[in-house]
Each structure stands twice: as C-alpha cells, then as structure tokens.
C-alpha cells in the first residue's frame, strides 16, 4: 500500500482567550479528516509536539477547533501557520477523486508542451477560488503559474512521471523578474477544472 502525506488545514490566528485557532482548510472533507480525537504531530518551536483534537464547531462557514495540550491564547498563537498532515492511502484517494492530484505527487514532475518540449518541473501548486494553478519552474529558473485546467493541462500520468501542458502562446515566455510571485506553500488536492 503506498501512502501520502496530505496537508489538510494550516493553523491560522489564535481565537479567544483559552486556545482557540481559526483553520485554513485545505481538504474537501473536514468533517471526517477533523474529529474528535485525531492526533497530529508537529514541529513547533523547534520541537515535536502532539496536538490532539478537544473540539471543533464551524461558524459562518470558517472552522475552528480546539487542541487539548494548548490551553492559552499565546500558545495557540505560537501554532500559527503549521500545517496539519494526515497520512492517506494513495489508491483510495485516486479511487475517489481521479482528478485529484496531490503536491506530494506531482512536486518534481516535469512539464512538458504536447510537442515533447521541456517546459519545467512542477514545484507547487497555489489553490484560487476560480481554480488551482500549477506552479512550474521553467528551465530558465523562471516561475510560471499554469492553470490547472483541461484545456491547458490535458494529461497528469503518474506512472510515466509527466504532466502534459498546452498553454497558451506566451505563457512561458520571460517576465521581468518583479513580476514573479513567491513560491507556494500548500499541498492541498487540485482539480483540474473542466
């Protein structure tokens, strides 16, 4: 059984006075991935910490939750930003989700034009309301944000290693370099968009 480590929220700002964080979903399916009871282990701090899951509830659609081992606001201000993993098996979330691809999966890959071009390597991958963009480095070292789209995307195959792109006339030519953004952070699942 082949596994992922799939980041499913990152810890946002402290809430209240005993605990409290606000979450960043980064998973379809917090209900099941975010109960009672679940233990993350993280490094915080510069040490590794258990954080076991007291409560959650969801207010005007935003989650929040409370850890057992964090009874204070400045702790639970100390977690922010830390990513929240969960291993997942890698057959059953292909099963559920073809679409879904993972950064831990396509992190690496190289991008390649349907002429056979070498376009660069997938080095992340940034989630947008409108769709999720894959982040290439182009084999100038450049950043390019492609829309991960099937019209601009139409292959991802994990077993040959590659992700077949059809951008657009220009995408990947050079940008000035103040006109590059900052390398992603997450690694929550992306959908091509049909």
Same mark, same amino acid.
């Given at each position: 059984?082949?596994?992922? /480590?799939?980041?499913? !929220?990152?810890?946002? =700002?402290?809430?209240? @006075?005993?605990? $409290? &964080?606000?979450?960043?979903?980064?998973? +379809?399916?917090?209900?099941?991935?975010?109960?009672?009871?679940?233990?993350?282990?993280?490094?915080?701090?510069?040490?590794?910490?258990?954080?076991?899951?007291?409560?959650?509830?969801?207010?005007?659609?935003?989650?929040?939750?409370?850890?057992?081992?964090?009874? /204070?606001?400045?702790? !639970?201000?100390?977690? =922010?930003?830390?990513? @929240?993993?969960? $291993? &997942?098996?890698?057959?059953?979330?292909? +099963?559920?989700?073809?679409?879904?691809?993972?950064?831990?999966?396509?992190?690496?890959?190289?991008?390649?034009?349907?002429?056979?071009?070498?376009?660069?390597?997938?080095?992340?991958?940034?989630?947008?309301?409108?769709?999720?963009?894959?982040?290439?480095?182009?084999?100038?070292?450049?950043?390019?944000?492609?829309?991960?789209?099937?019209?601009?995307?139409?292959?991802?195959?994990?077993?040959?290693?590659?992700?077949?792109?059809?951008?657009?006339?220009?995408?990947?030519?050079?940008?000035?370099?103040?006109?590059?953004?900052?390398?992603?952070?997450?690694?929550?699942?992306?959908?091509?968009?049909?």
């Amino acid at each position: 059984m082949s596994t992922l /480590d799939v980041i499913i !929220a990152t810890i946002g =700002r402290a809430h209240g @006075l005993r605990g $409290e &964080v606000a979450l960043v979903l980064r998973t +379809d399916q917090p209900e099941e991935r975010l109960q009672i009871g679940t233990v993350f282990e993280v490094e915080a701090g510069g040490r590794r910490r258990s954080l076991t899951i007291q409560s959650t509830r969801v207010q005007q659609d935003r989650w929040y939750l409370r850890f057992e081992e964090v009874a /204070d606001r400045s702790d !639970a201000e100390s977690l =922010r930003g830390i990513d @929240l993993e969960v $291993e &997942v098996d890698a057959e059953q979330e292909a +099963d559920e989700d073809p679409d879904a691809w993972y950064l831990s999966q396509l992190k690496g890959l190289p991008v390649r034009h349907v002429d056979g071009r070498e376009l660069g390597t997938v080095i992340g991958i940034d989630h947008y309301p409108a769709q999720d963009l894959l982040v290439v480095r182009t084999t100038d070292r450049r950043r390019v944000q492609l829309p991960f789209v099937e019209q601009l995307v139409p292959e991802v195959d994990l077993e040959a290693g590659v992700v077949i792109a059809d951008p657009p006339g220009g995408m990947f030519d050079a940008l000035p370099e103040d006109e590059q953004g900052p390398e992603p952070e997450t690694s929550a699942p992306a959908r091509k968009k049909r």
